[in-house]
């Protein structure tokens, strides 16, 4: 039972232009949502998060949306550039409040094109 | 402050034999977390511990793994008897408290290849 989706499993976009990474979600309980940043050979890398009190949240260049009727939320690169190369997972937690057990997506694979 | 350390990076073994996977947490962190990635998949929860306890070890395998946080040393993720379906790479994380906000710091991984 995937409880998070990401269905996309690749994206290539320019530099300079949008990256809009997209993400599912089945548990409406999940009331937190994390992006996590993962280089080849390396542990995943904490990006931004959401709560679901919120419907944006923004730092710098990184802005997740969250659509909680929808049970979407998207991560936007602008301007995206070649070092933003990487795979993404959303994530949230699962569980009490006190587990803080992730549950990841399958992730989706950015390249970014010079 | 160095961050979560694992090792070793790499690991090779043959069917049947034994693996450790150990992780040190982060300095002033007490709850550390396994996960595990098979390929092309995300990261799939195992294990959540805290210093001699285990508190939820939901998405453990019922038989062959095993994990522990003992008062001193790393965390060790230990797979007896290892079948080539165990081949992944294995990222513990730890963080400063159990809460689902409190953000998990991730290790470079294991990766674990079965022959």
């Known amino acids: 039972d995937q409880q998070v989706k990401q269905n996309s499993p690749s994206l290539s976009v320019q530099e300079g232009r949008i990256s809009i990474l997209n993400c599912d979600y089945t548990?409406?309980?999940?009331?937190?949502f994390l992006w996590y940043k993962k280089y080849p050979a390396e542990g995943p890398t904490f990006l931004i998060s959401?709560?679901?009190?919120?419907d944006k949240n923004e730092d710098g260049r990184f802005t997740v949306f969250l659509n909680k009727s929808a049970k979407h939320l998207s991560l936007h690169i602008v301007p995206s550039q070649p070092g933003d190369s990487a795979v993404y997972f959303c994530?949230?937690?699962?569980?009490?409040?006190?587990?803080?057990?992730?549950?990841f997506g399958q992730g989706t694979t950015l390249q970014v094109k010079p | 402050n160095a961050g979560v350390m694992q090792n070793p990076r790499h690991l090779v073994r043959r069917r049947g034999q034994e693996a450790r996977l150990r992780c040190s947490p982060m300095?002033?962190?007490?709850?550390v977390y396994w996960y595990r990635q098979l390929p092309e998949e995300g990261l799939k929860f195992m294990v959540y511990?805290?210093?001699?306890?285990?508190?939820?070890e939901s998405g453990m395998p019922k038989e062959r793994f095993s994990a522990e946080f003992p008062k001193e040393g790393p965390s060790i993720l230990r797979i007896q008897q290892v079948v080539r379906g165990d081949s992944a790479a294995y990222f513990c994380?730890?963080?400063?408290?159990?809460?689902?906000?409190?953000?998990?710091?991730f290790g470079p991984g294991t990766r674990l290849t079965v022959l």
């Open positions: 959401i709560s679901s009190i919120k």
């Open positions: 300095k002033g962190h007490s709850h």
């Open positions: 511990l805290q210093k001699e306890n285990i508190i939820d």
């Open positions: 994530a949230a937690p699962h569980g009490s409040s006190n587990t803080g057990k992730l549950i």
């Open positions: 994380a730890s963080s400063q408290s159990g809460s689902s906000y409190n953000e998990q710091f």
């Open positions: 548990n409406s309980m999940f009331d937190y």
